[in-house]
């Protein structure tokens, strides 16, 4: 059965929860909850927009499907040389909700097995991300990659030796965030716009627009790593 890719704010938010719940419970195996209504909330989505198709409850039980079905490639070659790992989101897993009854509590709990590849790259080397952050955030997808990327980014800086700031090119940016735009200067108008909205949440991030790219300086993380 083919259920598409995942796609959008949705599986965005999925995949934050089921990193934090990996790293919290050092688990494979994750429990979703008693209900729908309460794993939403949990995600930030809201159970009273009802179970028709533009309700949330039945955005995230699509969504739900698409990425539990799905599978993460990383690729790497150079001339001669290739390497390349596919790791499955999910092996297996139980869903028991009717996105037309959110509140209903079902007789069976509601599960998901991370695939082992999957379970270790997101548990190796966690970086704390606040859920209320992203929940603030959910409406835009560009800006919830942007505070994952440059909550990571500014860790990566605060851990080097000397602490330097780090230049990262607009060109190099949209390789990585802007798939969908083809017009360079389209892409910077709807980053700047999205990294507002970042730092509207995340105050102490320490970048800065300058010519050519940003600048990315060490910052006190939003929630302290333990």
Sequence with gaps: MCVGYPYGTVPRLLLFWMTTEAVRTGSRHLELGDTLASFMRELGLNPAT???????????????????????????????????????????????????????????????????????AITKYPIP???????????????????????????????????????????????QFGADYNDLKDFKKRTKDALRKVLAIYRDLQVEDVLGGVQLAPSQALIAPR
């Design 129 to 175: 991300l606040d859920m209320r952050a992203l929940r603030a955030l959910k409406k835009s997808p560009l800006a919830l990659d942007l505070y994952s990327w440059l909550s990571y980014r500014s860790f990566r800086v605060s851990q080097t030796q000397n602490r330097k700031p780090v230049f990262i090119p607009w060109v190099l940016l949209q390789q």
């Design 50 to 120: 009802g179970g028709g198709i533009r309700g949330d409850a039945k955005r995230l039980r699509d969504q739900m499907e698409r990425l539990f079905s799905a599978s993460i490639s990383f690729d790497y070659s150079v001339e001669g040389y290739q390497k390349w790992i596919n790791m499955e989101v999910t092996t297996e897993g139980e869903l028991w909700w009717d996105p037309k009854h959110p509140e209903q509590i079902t007789l069976f709990s509601s599960w998901v097995k991370l695939g082992e590849k999957f379970y270790e």
